[in-house]
């Protein structure tokens, strides 16, 4: 039993020195969400402690960060956030591509999906009360402009997606 424990403490030690690498992009303001759209102070202020940590190339990573395996969870849950909505890429993605992640931005906040729960555990700054989900919700329903609407009419009929 005890040499089984020795071998544990060993692989956990070991596994400590195989780290994923952390995101820790230069933000380019022609692209960056914030940068482009101007939003008021608060509104600002919420997309950084409530959405960059996960949808950014700029998040801040607590102190548990450097610990296996808890840091791969993060890197792959980061990895996710941005494939879905990337905040510092937002200028470069097509308009309707930036319609549709508006679109989810503001389905999730009327359905309290994100933050992600697990996520405000540790970032109590990342809690939102419900007139700050209806700020985020109005800030990015003002950046819709239908061309998803319309993509997705022109992908259907084409028998792209259903």
Not at 50 to 72: E, F, K, L, M
Not at 93 to 117: F, I, T
Not at 146 to 160: Q, V
């Amino acid at each position: 039993m005890k040499k089984s424990l020795y071998i544990l403490a060993a692989v956990i030690l070991l596994a400590q020195f195989i780290r994923p690498s952390k995101v820790d992009e230069p933000v380019d303001p022609a692209s960056d969400l914030i940068s482009l759209t101007k939003p008021t102070a608060e509104i600002a202020g919420l997309l950084r402690v409530a959405c960059y940590d996960c949808h950014s190339g700029q998040p801040r990573y607590p102190w548990y960060a450097n610990i296996t395996p808890v840091n791969w969870w993060l890197a792959h849950h980061i990895e996710d956030g941005r494939n879905h909505f990337d905040a510092t890429t937002w200028g470069t993605v097509p308009a309707y591509q930036r319609d549709h992640q508006a679109k989810d931005v503001m389905e999730m906040m009327e359905k309290k999906e994100m933050p992600l729960e697990s996520y405000t555990w540790t970032h109590t700054d990342a809690r939102l009360n419900d007139a700050q989900r209806q700020l985020l919700s109005d800030f990015f329903k003002a950046k819709r402009d239908g061309s998803w609407d319309i993509e997705k009419t022109r992908r259907k009929a084409a028998g792209e997606i259903k």
